[in-house]
Structures are given as C-alpha cells and as structure tokens.
Antibody, heavy 128, light 114 residues
Framework: QLQLQESGPGLVKPSETLSLTCTVS??????????WGWIRQPPGKGLEWIGS???????YYNLSLKSRVTISVDTSKNQFSLKMRSMTAADTTVYYC????????????????????WGQGTMVTVSS | DIVMTQSPDSLPVSLGERATINCKSS????????????LAWYQQKPGQPPKLLIY???TRESGVPDRFSGSGSGTDFTLTISSLQAEDVAVYYC??????????FGQGTRLEIK
C-alpha cells in the first residue's frame, strides 16, 4: 500500500529556507497517472495548495508563492522535495505532501485532478 | 483564481439525521465538452490529513460509505451525509480542479454532533 511521509525540521528561523522531503513508499513515484504536491494548513484553518510536480520534473506552482518556492523530484530515491525561501511567522503551519490523481489532463502549466493520498503532515514553526 | 465558498461554517446535526454542506464556486466548474463538474470533496478528522471522498462532484472514492453523496452542477454543489454517524465528525472541504493553477479549496465546514 502506497504511503507518503514528510520529513524535515520542525523549527525554522525567520528569513531562512525551509526544506522538506516527502518519501513515497510501497509504490513508484514514476507513474504517469499522478502528480505529487505540497499543501499547507495553518492550525485550525483551511488548505492552501503550494505546488505540484511530476516524476519528469514538470512543475507548477501557486502564483502567490511561486517566487519563494521550488519543488523538485528524485526518482532514484522515490522522493520529492519542497524548498521555501524567506520564511516568516506567517509560514508557520502544517505542511502536507500528497498524490494528485490526474482526472482530466496535465499541460505544461497546469494539472487537473484531486489529491487521493496524503502524508500525515509535519508542523513547521518559524521562530527565532 | 476560482474562489470556493462553503456554507455553513459549522453544522450541528443529530446522530442518524441528514447533514447537508454547500459549496459555491465563483465561476462554473462544468466543462461542456464532457459534461463533468470539476469538483472534489474531502473529509478531515481531527489530527489527520484530509481524505478524498468524492470527485467529479458525485463520484464516490473507493471505500467511501454510500451514505456520502455529492450533487450539484455549475457553481452550486452539495455534500450530503444521509444518516450521520459519530465517526463522520470532521471538517469537510470542497476543491475545484477546473482551472489550475491554483488548485483552490473552500474554507471548510465543521460538522459536529448536536
């Protein structure tokens, strides 16, 4: 059974870069039927999509975060990663990785689908 | 960006009763070429990640109990739980995938036992 697990520091200092990794186990990340994504959720609040990547390395991002975010994939390790620069207190939240099931199509700039498998999430606090 | 607005924010329902959650999108999610609505529903229980319940507005994900159903078209959608069980207490989110980026979610509806 495929599982996703986030890993990374729980505490980041303001202005620093957050690095998170999602490890996919029980299956291959190299499937053309899926993209892989990052979503965040402030405690007690709603969901914000950050960006998504395919195993080919094709990515697309939430434009509100694009200037600070890089998502990458390492198929040899069955992992994908998130880097978010210039962290502030507003970035204190739970970060989830998830699998995006492609329901219609993906172009070079977007992918139409829903998240059908999620990691447990990791809480990241931005504080000095 | 497509804005998703859910109502109500909080919904108390008695066990065994029907629960209805609404989701409204700022533009139509109906794609005319295939007559499908690009909308999904998720359930998030306390301390857990979201779980996909429904996609294409009315297609239940495998393993989801049939007391959960989705309906609606265009800009107005509904998630219905026909007979509320204690394990259904959760926050429910709708999500559009008609136009991305960005993928957008509703603000959530908290379902509780009355």
């Amino acid at each position: 059974q495929l599982q996703l697990q986030e890993s990374g520091p729980g505490l980041v200092k303001p202005s620093e870069t957050l690095s998170l990794t999602c490890t996919v186990s029980g299956g291959s990340i190299s499937s053309g039927s899926y993209y892989w994504g990052w979503i965040r959720q402030p405690p007690g609040k709603g969901l914000e999509w950050i960006g998504s990547i395919q195993y080919t390395g094709n990515t697309y991002y939430n434009l509100s975060l694009k200037s600070r975010v890089t998502i990458s994939v390492d198929t040899s390790k069955n992992q994908f990663s998130l880097k978010m620069r210039s962290m502030t207190a507003a970035d204190t939240t739970v970060y989830y990785c998830a699998r995006l099931r492609i329901l219609r199509y993906c172009s070079s700039t977007s992918c139409l689908g829903a998240f059908d498998l999620w990691g447990q999430g990791t809480m990241v606090t931005v504080s000095s | 960006d497509i804005v998703m607005t859910q109502s109500p924010d909080s919904l108390p329902v008695s066990l065994g009763e029907r629960a209805t959650i609404n989701c409204k999108s700022s533009q139509s999610l109906l794609y005319s070429s295939n007559n499908k609505n690009y909308l999904a529903w998720y359930q998030q229980k306390p301390g857990q990640p979201p779980k996909l319940l429904i996609y294409w507005a009315s297609t239940r994900e495998s393993g989801v109990p049939d007391r959960f159903s989705g309906s609606g078209s265009g800009t107005d959608f509904t998630l219905t739980i026909s007979s509320l069980q204690a394990e259904d207490v959760a926050v429910y989110y709708c999500q559009q995938y008609y136009t991305t980026p960005p993928i957008t979610f509703g603000q959530g509806t908290r379902l509780e036992i009355k």
